[in-house]
């Protein structure tokens, strides 16, 4: 479409306008919107867009108060729309409050200044300028009063009040309070550090800190390795009962339930398990090649490359290898096609080698899902391809490239989710190059699995066990947060790298479920 041609893709979290789309998505918006003006062929547009697109993954849980959207004033088709909401130079940046009028030409950006930090803090100024007309999903930003305290639970009843005291120039009380904006049980609130009364009470002496505020005046400091925004918002979205709106609560599973169903096989959230391993290559081969009666061309090509990458890297049992070999050397006498019938004996060991064998069926552990239709395969496949660039690294492989160029293509001509594939090719195709060395393959893998948790965190296929995250999180791996100098979230990538090398290495995948 026009709008793929231009600098974002459907996998940006951005809103792709067109002449079309621009007055139904701009007019009577319940959320407030920023929308980005430019040309695609404009250099300043160009370079500024790796911003607007990290912006957009930085406050994608702002959406219903406030949303990002681009349009390209270079596409014929647009010309006049841009004309109209009176645009002269790229890139323009204009905030259209929510509920705008038709003809609103919405408040341009001055000067804006090309970080994040800058842009989320203008953001929060432009929505705090609403008037009445305040979006109806974005919670109070206005700090709060002892006054207003005393009287707060008489009138709002929720589990948790978290209190973020701050130095009234620190945005991060309001960024906190949009981050929590889709979950339920808990409010939060800024308090400014004049607010001496409440500071003295609570005896806070840091700004920023997170204090929870129960009924009653009790309370307790918020523990945090770093007194920043995603420190709080990752403490306070794990707090007991807070879940995000509209999601069913996580169900704490009973064996006995259901008798059809296997039972729930206890794991160890931080490890790697071979059965989840195992379950996918089974799925992956005898059930989502099958759909392929006949495989030629860039999908052989796609097969030849993940078989050869497993035979080289996937840490398997030897009985497993075996038979990952026996289809290696069968691919490579093949023609130039085959057919899912034949690999299928060779998948059943049908000349019955005895010591070649690849388990039937699924038995997810790390991968089990609190319902059929969530986790598995999916998770699999991720955790798969984790342990392969992990393998290439400690293998010393001589392609950076091998086990990345397996993956994108195997998804491309095989991955069931067609639109999965769509994304992961978008996000290939525009990094994919970057990738020169073993580290930087196994880095850019955790990344992009990051960002894709990011545009999936609240979707309907994230399982309400297991929300979706910047992986690993403070608990699992705390040296891997750090803040930059501004205050803002930054991985610490020198402690992110070790910590994948142990966390996929072959020497700590667990055995246990395995036939
Ligand atoms: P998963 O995201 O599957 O992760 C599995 C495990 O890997 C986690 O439990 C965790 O232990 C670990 N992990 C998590 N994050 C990271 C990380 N950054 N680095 C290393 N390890 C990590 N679903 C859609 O709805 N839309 C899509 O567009 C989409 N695209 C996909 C593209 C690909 C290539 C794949 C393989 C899957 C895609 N999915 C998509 C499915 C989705 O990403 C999840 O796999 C699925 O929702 C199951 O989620 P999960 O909770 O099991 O965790």
Redesign the pocket.
């Known amino acids: 479409s026009a709008a793929e041609a231009g600098l974002y893709s459907a996998s940006d979290q951005i809103i792709l306008l067109s002449k079309e789309t621009v007055e139904p998505v701009l007019v009577n918006s319940t959320a407030a919107l920023v929308v980005e003006f430019y040309a695609s062929w404009c250099g300043h547009c160009i370079s500024f867009s790796p911003v607007y697109r990290s912006l957009a993954r930085d406050i994608a849980e702002w959406k219903t108060a406030v949303d990002l959207a681009a349009i390209d004033c270079a596409e014929r088709a647009n010309k006049r729309v841009c004309n109209e909401y009176q645009v002269t130079g790229y890139p323009t940046l204009k905030f259209f409050h929510a509920y705008s009028k038709p003809g609103a030409l919405g408040q341009s950006f001055k000067g804006f200044s090309r970080d994040i930090m800058g842009l989320r803090h203008k953001i929060i100024d432009k929505l705090e300028s609403h008037g009445e007309l305040w979006p109806p999903a974005c919670p109070p930003l206005e700090p709060i009063s002892q006054a207003e305290l005393e009287s707060f639970f008489e009138t709002i009843s929720v589990r948790h009040l978290a209190l973020i005291f701050e130095m009234n120039d620190s945005y991060v009380g309001r960024e906190v309070t949009l981050d929590l904006l889709h979950f339920e049980n808990i409010e939060v609130r800024r308090v400014l550090s004049t607010e001496v009364g409440l500071v003295t009470k609570l005896g806070v002496t840091d700004f920023p800190s997170c204090y929870l505020y129960y009924p009653g005046g009790n309370f307790t400091k918020l523990k945090v390795n770093i007194e920043a925004r995603v420190f709080y918002s990752y403490a306070l979205k794990r707090l007991p009962g807070v879940v995000r709106s509209g999601k069913p609560p996580p169900v704490i599973k009973d064996v006995h339930t259901n008798s059809t169903e296997e039972p729930w096989r206890p794991f160890n959230?931080s490890r790697v398990y071979m059965a989840d391993l195992e379950s996918t290559l089974h799925y992956s081969l005898r059930v989502e090649l099958s759909a392929h009666p006949v495989i030629r061309g860039q999908a052989l090509r796609a097969l030849k490359m993940y078989i050869s990458v497993l035979v080289k890297y996937f840490p398997g049992r030897p009985i497993v290898m075996n038979l990952l070999k026996a289809v290696n050397s069968w691919l490579k006498q093949s023609s130039s096609e085959v057919s899912y019938e034949e690999l299928s004996a060779i998948l059943d060991n049908t000349a019955q080698s005895p010591d070649t064998a690849l388990p039937d069926g699924v038995r997810w552990v790390?991968?089990q899902?609190s319902q059929p239709h969530?986790?598995?395969y999916?998770?699999g496949?991720?955790?798969l391809f984790?342990v392969l660039t992990v393998q290439a690294y400690n293998n010393h492989s001589t392609d950076p490239e091998e086990v990345l160029s397996a993956?994108r293509n195997y998804?491309h001509s095989f991955?069931g989710?067609r639109?999965?594939?769509e994304?992961?090719e978008n996000m290939a195709r525009e990094s994919i190059l970057e990738v020169n060395t073993l580290m930087s393959a196994v880095m850019w893998?955790?990344?992009r699995?990051?960002r894709?948790?990011n545009?999936?965190a609240g979707?309907l296929?994230?399982?309400p066990n297991?929300p979706?995250?910047?992986?690993p999180s403070p608990d699992m791996c705390p040296s891997c947060h750090t803040v930059k100098p501004n205050g803002d979230h930054r991985w610490n990538n020198d402690r992110v790298f070790p910590f994948?090398l142990s966390?996929f290495s072959s020497s700590s995948i667990l055995p246990d479920y395995l036939e």
């Open positions: 959230s790390a991968c899902s969530l986790r598995r999916p998770c496949v991720w955790t984790h993956m998804v991955f989710c639109q999965c594939a994304h992961f893998l955790w990344s699995h990051n894709v948790n545009r999936l979707a296929s994230e399982d297991f979706k995250i910047q992986w994948l966390f």
